[in-house]
Every structure is written in C-alpha cells, then in structure tokens.
C-alpha cells in the first residue's frame, strides 16, 4: 500500500505540474494574440510581439502553440483584451500590483476584489501603491553567455542602467521604455535573452515576519491562479532562509 501511496503521490504532483504548466502556456498565447492583434502580425516587425514569443519560447511553450496564439490574432474571432493594472495592499499593508490581460474589467475587477477580501487584503484605486514602485525592463542571459565585464559594457553602450553577475546568470535593468531598444542591442552581440520583461520594482520595501509571509503568498498564489492574471508584484521583504521554507512546503 505505501507503494501505491507514493505512485498516487506522484501522479498528483504530476497533475498539479501539468495544470500549472497549461495555464502558463494559456496566458502566454493570450499575451502572443494581443500583441499580434496589436501590431504586425512579424515578430520581427512587432517588438511587443517578439518579447511576447521570446518568453514563450523560454518558458518551453511548443513552436505550434505559438503559431497558433499569433494566427489567432488575424482571425476574425479573436477576443478583445485590454491590459489592466489593479493595486491593492496585502496584510500588513504590503503593497501588491496585478497585471492582467481581460475581456471583460467588470468580471475580472470583481475576481480580484473577492481574492484581495478573502486572505485579509484590499483592493484599492489605480495608483494607490505605484509610487512605491519603478516601472523597469529586466533582460536575462545565461552565465556562459559573457563575461560579467563584457555584459556590463554591451549594456551600458545600450542603454542599460545596471547590470547584476553571478553563477546563475547576468540580469539587465533598463528603463521600461528602453526595453525594446536595449533588448534589440544586446541581442544583436550575444544572441536571444532567456527572457525579457518588464516587471514593477520595489522602490521601498516592508518587512515580514513568517507568519505575515505565508499569509502573502497565499494572497499571490491565488492570484496569480485567476486566468486573467498575467504577472502579480509585491514589495514585502523577508529573510532567505523563511522565504525557502515557505516555498518549499
């Protein structure tokens, strides 16, 4: 019996991956469709289109999924989706930013509020939490990709404004509308990023206890369940240690 617990243990593990994974894969395609319903259906012509491809791609999303996501958007069936930014606040008063992708803001406002209310939280006006915030592109490359001084360069002589090296990688900050124009660049000496994104950064941090922490990821995870969600960013602060015995569990 404990072996057939295990093997149920592991389908289940299985199955959450493979949900987890196919929700990804759909708020990808929606990004895809809306970019290329935005602008030319080229990549190449596109940039909001090619960073949209160029994520999927990192994330491992099949070379027809893509195809499909972009040919969807020249169809005449294609849904409308407007890109929607909520703010709110976490317990503790934990600043919270939601980015969504939505056909309907009356549906997808009312989802939000309801998570927000249910794990103690508050969904508040646009721009309530923003200015504690700095609207940045973040680009990402590979270790072996370059040394950490030839990435600092070729990102200065982009545009960039910083640079972080370490083993796991090089990451470039840049201004969120210079992300295209440094993205194009860096890709033109070293290749396609892992990825490329714009993110909301904490300008001012709140710190947490573990028990505050839990109750966040709680609110986010949730969040981030909600199919219109494409990215949640938060400002709270704690420790490695708590931070990997909460993920872990």
């Known amino acids: 019996m404990a072996g057939h617990s295990q093997f149920k243990n592991i389908m289940h593990r299985k199955g959450k991956q493979d949900a987890a994974r196919s929700k990804l894969f759909a708020k990808l395609a929606r990004e895809i469709t809306v970019a290329a319903k935005a602008g030319l259906p080229d990549p190449d012509m596109n940039p909001r289109l090619r960073l949209a491809v160029q994520n999927a791609?990192?994330?491992?999303?099949?070379k027809d999924n893509i195809e499909r996501?972009?040919?969807?958007?020249?169809?005449?069936?294609?849904?409308?989706?407007?890109?929607?930014?909520?703010?709110?606040?976490a317990p503790g008063g934990v600043a919270v930013?939601?980015?969504?992708?939505?056909?309907?803001?009356n549906r997808t406002g009312g989802a939000l509020r309801a998570i927000f209310t249910k794990h103690n939280g508050t969904l508040g006006a646009?721009?309530?939490?923003?200015?504690?915030f700095s609207h940045v592109g973040e680009i990402f490359y590979k270790p072996e990709t370059a040394s950490a001084d030839a990435m600092l360069e070729a990102a200065i002589e982009a545009g960039a404004d910083d640079v972080t090296s370490d083993d796991g990688g090089h990451l470039v900050t840049c201004g969120f509308e210079s992300m295209g124009a440094v993205a194009a660049a860096l890709e033109q000496k070293f290749g396609a990023a892992?990825?490329?994104?714009?993110?909301?950064?904490?300008?001012l941090t709140t710190s947490v206890d573990e028990e505050r922490a839990a109750q966040i990821l709680k609110l986010i995870a949730a969040l981030e369940d909600d199919d219109d969600v494409q990215a949640v960013f938060s400002n709270f602060e704690v420790d490695d240690a708590t931070l990997a015995r909460l993920t872990a569990a």
Do not use: C, F
Request: aromatic share 8%; proline share 4%; net charge negative.
């Open 57 to 62: 791609r990192a994330e491992n999303m099949p």
């Open 69 to 89: 996501a972009i040919k969807k958007a020249q169809g005449g069936d294609a849904d409308s989706y407007e890109t929607m930014r909520y703010e709110g606040y």
């Open 97 to 105: 930013i939601v980015e969504a992708l939505t056909d309907n803001r």
């Open 126 to 132: 646009t721009g309530s939490v923003s200015h504690l």
């Open 194 to 203: 892992e990825s490329v994104k714009a993110i909301w950064k904490p300008t």
